[in-house]
């Protein structure tokens, strides 16, 4: 199967993977005329605020040390859920996780710039807890992000892009991008590379119309 198939997930966003794909694009663009030597220059204090803002916290930290907020999302078993959410058969299911889909998620209209998210990896065992720098309203979704910033100290970003049926994240690590692509109720978390697993390199990723234009 080629790779030219619309994922069911990008079906039902619909303009809320607009706003996605537009604040990757800016990730790039910004990652690159930021560069990697901030971290070491003249904004060593910013980077160390970023780092203790949204460094990931371990299960036996103390609730003292860090302001604990409910979670996005929870790992759940697959055997514990009748209906398992569609799964794309292109999709590698190596690593990839069940989650359940908090409440904090229908509040999403409420979260303002400043406000700290819980965003759980349990494949590598560190929960994210960044803060909200940037908004973005458009399409009945909101889309917010920011960075994190994980343990080879490099500013990572995060997008949480919550619609009126579904909701998608992106989170960089230093093991690897992670994607949550979920409903209102579960959803599935796993590396950006197992979604790319079923990619066929040999075809075209574009289609051409028919003679008789269709």
């Known amino acids: 199967m080629g790779r030219l198939?619309?994922?069911w997930w990008l079906v039902g966003l619909s303009g809320t993977a607009l706003i996605v794909m537009g604040v990757l694009t800016w990730y790039g663009m910004h990652a690159r005329t930021q560069g990697t030597d901030e971290l070491t220059s003249g904004s060593r204090s910013g980077a160390a605020?970023?780092?203790a803002a949204a460094r990931p916290v371990?299960?036996?930290?103390s609730k003292g040390e860090v302001e604990v907020e409910q979670a996005l999302w929870t790992a759940v078993g697959e055997g514990t859920v009748a209906d398992l959410p569609r799964y794309a058969p292109e999709w590698s299911v190596e690593a990839r996780v069940l989650v359940s889909v908090s409440d904090v998620a229908a509040a999403a209209p409420n979260w303002r710039i400043g406000d700290?998210?819980?965003?759980?990896?349990?494949?590598?065992?560190?929960t994210y807890r960044p803060v909200i720098e940037e908004i973005d309203?458009?399409?009945g979704a909101r889309a917010v992000l920011g960075w994190i910033s994980g343990d080879d100290g490099r500013r990572r970003l995060f997008v949480v892009t919550v619609g009126p049926m579904n909701l998608f994240a992106f989170i960089d690590t230093p093991q690897g991008s992670y994607e949550l692509l979920?409903?209102?109720r579960y959803g599935w978390l796993l590396p950006s590379s197992s979604m790319k697993a079923g990619w066929d390199y040999s075809e075209p990723d574009f289609t051409l119309p028919n003679g008789d234009g269709t």
């Open 58 to 61: 371990e299960s036996g930290e």
């Open 137 to 139: 309203d458009a399409v």
């Open 182 to 184: 979920a409903d209102h």
């Open 116 to 126: 700290t998210l819980a965003l759980p990896i349990p494949q590598i065992g560190a």
């Open 49 to 51: 605020e970023d780092a």
């Open 5 to 7: 198939l619309t994922p």
